[in-house]
């Protein structure tokens, strides 16, 4: 790990032109920090030692990000070799083991000053409140997140939000990764019930893309784990819109990846929540068109998509590529489906042109497009046109950069080559079947080589 930090730096220590115990005392991280820095450590190597990524390391040192916490300066005092006391956390079984407020009460007795001086001393009363008071402001304090360093991560939050349409799952993933381990410890203590909130909250939105990422990567069964913890957590936040949101964001995978019956069930539980129309109303509603098409209920599919209109008229997102926003051109990619799967591919064709328009020539979400173009694939199989829905799926897949060409595109442009009758199948069938199929085999090549995300 490079430079080791040496116990004594603590005790002889100096920053500043004063002991470096004097910042410690005072629970001054990022002057710990930039002293260990200045000594040679790489802040990589501080951030390992601390069990921090080196992008909150970064923000620690810079002042941009405050520690509180208590399980997280106990984790720095220990990795740095801190003496505990020294930053008011105690001393590990070598005395007391945390403030006054978090020790035993084994008596009444213990609190027999607060009734006067009869029993002491006269200041004994004042002076054991006073300790008590301390005690208990400092496990409050303990316990609280610091307004900006809670603004820092929804902050962070909607950062992924705004590259994580554009950005291959596996990027995603890795970055994701820290985000759901800082929010993850931070909750795991009691909050006051307005910052539990904000970062249940926090908490849906990271697992949300946690699954869409999984599932883009086909990666199934932790997808829908992933989607119930999102479903939890946005539960736990109270925020409507957002239990409907990750709802209808759940519904995807079964229809991409098991029963569409279960997308429609979702579809419904998210509906059944709408307390005010919402953009995320519309895409459950568009969701359950797409789904109920997929099941052969036509007129339930076409009652279905009627509504999803009427919502997104209503509610609809502007033009953004930002994640679960549910703009215009989402609403046709979600209507393309429902046409494609009912048949009816005149209006499929007019959704899909109408769509691929509004997300223009060079679309920063590759990914819908494709879908899109894939949807083309199976209308034109219905209309018997096979050796050119071959050929527009190989396309499609072919434009995609190598790490957006993953299992959720691969499963639709099989279910192409599924579509067409095996006498209809030429050249181009077979040239899209090879092609899909090495691209599973390189994607497998690739998993086998990377080691398997630790969150």
Same mark, same amino acid.
């Given at each position: 790990?490079?430079?080791?930090?040496?116990?004594?730096?603590?005790?002889?220590?100096?920053?500043?032109?004063?002991?470096?115990?004097?910042?410690?005392?005072?629970?001054?991280?990022?002057?710990?920090?930039?002293?260990?820095?200045?000594?040679?450590?790489?802040?990589?190597?501080?951030?390992?030692?601390?069990?921090?990524?080196?992008?909150?390391?970064?923000?620690?040192?810079?002042?941009?990000?405050?520690?509180?916490?208590?399980?997280?300066?106990?984790?720095?005092?220990?990795?740095?070799?801190?003496?505990?006391?020294?930053?008011?956390?105690?001393?590990?079984?070598?005395?007391?083991?945390? &403030?006054?407020?978090? /020790?035993?009460?084994?008596?009444?007795?213990?609190?027999?000053?607060?009734?006067? &001086?009869?029993?002491?001393?006269?200041?004994?009363?004042?002076?054991?409140?006073?300790?008590?008071? +301390?005690?208990?402001?400092?496990?409050?304090?303990?316990?609280?997140?610091?307004?900006?360093?809670?603004?820092?991560?929804?902050?962070?939050?909607?950062?992924?939000?705004?590259?994580?349409?554009?950005?291959?799952?596996? *990027?995603?993933?890795?970055?994701?990764?820290?985000?759901?381990?800082?929010?993850?410890?931070?909750?795991?203590?009691?909050?006051?019930?307005?910052?539990?909130?904000?970062?249940?909250? +926090?908490?849906?939105?990271?697992?949300?893309?946690?699954?869409?990422?999984?599932?883009?990567?086909?990666?199934?069964?932790?997808?829908?784990?992933?989607?119930?913890?999102?479903?939890?957590?946005?539960?736990?936040?109270?925020?409507?819109?957002?239990?409907?949101? *990750?709802?209808?964001?759940?519904?995807?995978?079964?229809?991409?990846?098991?029963?569409?019956?279960? %997308?429609?069930?979702?579809?419904?539980?998210?509906?059944?929540?709408?307390?005010?129309?919402?953009?995320?109303?519309?895409?459950?509603?568009?969701?359950?068109?797409?789904?109920?098409?997929?099941?052969?209920?036509?007129?339930?599919? /076409?009652?279905? +998509?009627?509504?999803?209109?009427?919502?997104?008229?209503?509610?609809?997102?502007?033009?953004?590529?930002?994640?679960?926003?549910?703009?215009?051109?989402?609403?046709?990619?979600?209507?393309?489906?429902?046409?494609?799967?009912?048949?009816? %591919?005149?209006?499929?064709?007019?959704?899909?042109?109408?769509?691929?328009?509004?997300?223009?020539?060079?679309?920063?979400?590759?990914?819908?497009?494709?879908?899109?173009?894939?949807?083309?694939?199976?209308?034109?199989?219905?209309?018997?046109?096979?050796?050119?829905?071959?050929?527009?799926?190989?396309?499609?897949?072919? %434009?995609?950069?190598?790490?957006?060409?993953?299992?959720?595109?691969?499963?639709?442009?099989?279910? *192409? *080559?599924?579509?067409?009758?095996?006498?209809?199948?030429?050249?181009?069938?077979?040239?899209?079947?090879?092609?899909?199929?090495?691209?599973?085999?390189?994607?497998?090549?690739?998993?086998?080589?990377?080691?398997?995300?630790?969150?």
């Amino acid at each position: 790990m490079g430079v080791q930090v040496e116990p004594s730096w603590w005790t002889s220590g100096v920053w500043e032109g004063r002991p470096i115990r004097e910042f410690l005392e005072r629970r001054d991280v990022a002057a710990a920090f930039r002293f260990l820095h200045a000594r040679g450590v790489p802040y990589g190597t501080i951030a390992a030692l601390v069990g921090v990524s080196p992008n909150r390391a970064a923000e620690i040192t810079k002042g941009t990000r405050q520690v509180t916490a208590y399980d997280v300066l106990e984790r720095i005092a220990v990795g740095l070799g801190v003496p505990r006391a020294w930053m008011g956390l105690g001393q590990d079984g070598m005395g007391d083991a945390r &403030p006054s407020f978090d /020790r035993e009460v084994n008596s009444s007795a213990d609190l027999l000053p607060v009734r006067g &001086p009869a029993n002491g001393r006269p200041d004994e009363a004042p002076t054991a409140l006073a300790r008590l008071r +301390t005690g208990l402001d400092e496990a409050l304090a303990s316990s609280t997140v610091a307004p900006r360093q809670l603004d820092l991560i929804e902050e962070a939050a909607g950062e992924h939000m705004r590259i994580y349409p554009a950005a291959p799952p596996e *990027v995603m993933l890795s970055r994701l990764a820290a985000e759901c381990t800082e929010v993850q410890i931070l909750s795991r203590r009691r909050q006051p019930a307005a910052v539990q909130a904000r970062l249940s909250g +926090t908490a849906a939105l990271l697992a949300t893309m946690c699954a869409d990422a999984l599932m883009r990567l086909g990666n199934v069964d932790e997808a829908r784990l992933w989607y119930r913890t999102a479903i939890h957590a946005a539960d736990d936040s109270s925020d409507n819109r957002l239990r409907v949101l *990750v709802r209808a964001q759940a519904a995807m995978l079964p229809y991409y990846f098991g029963d569409p019956r279960q %997308t429609v069930v979702l579809a419904e539980a998210a509906l059944a929540l709408m307390a005010t129309p919402s953009s995320s109303a519309a895409l459950a509603a568009a969701g359950r068109a797409r789904a109920l098409a997929r099941l052969g209920a036509v007129e339930q599919a /076409r009652q279905a +998509t009627l509504q999803a209109r009427h919502l997104f008229d209503r509610v609809g997102d502007d033009d953004s590529d930002t994640a679960f926003r549910f703009p215009m051109k989402r609403l046709l990619f979600y209507l393309s489906g429902a046409s494609t799967w009912l048949g009816d %591919t005149s209006e499929a064709y007019r959704v899909q042109d109408e769509a691929l328009r509004l997300y223009g020539p060079s679309p920063s979400v590759a990914i819908d497009p494709a879908l899109l173009a894939l949807d083309k694939s199976m209308c034109l199989v219905r209309d018997r046109r096979a050796a050119e829905a071959a050929a527009s799926a190989l396309d499609a897949l072919a %434009t995609l950069l190598e790490a957006q060409r993953t299992e959720i595109v691969l499963t639709r442009a099989s279910d *192409v *080559v599924s579509a067409i009758p095996v006498r209809h199948r030429g050249s181009e069938t077979t040239e899209l079947t090879d092609y899909v199929r090495a691209c599973r085999e390189h994607a497998r090549t690739l998993a086998a080589g990377t080691a398997a995300l630790d969150l």
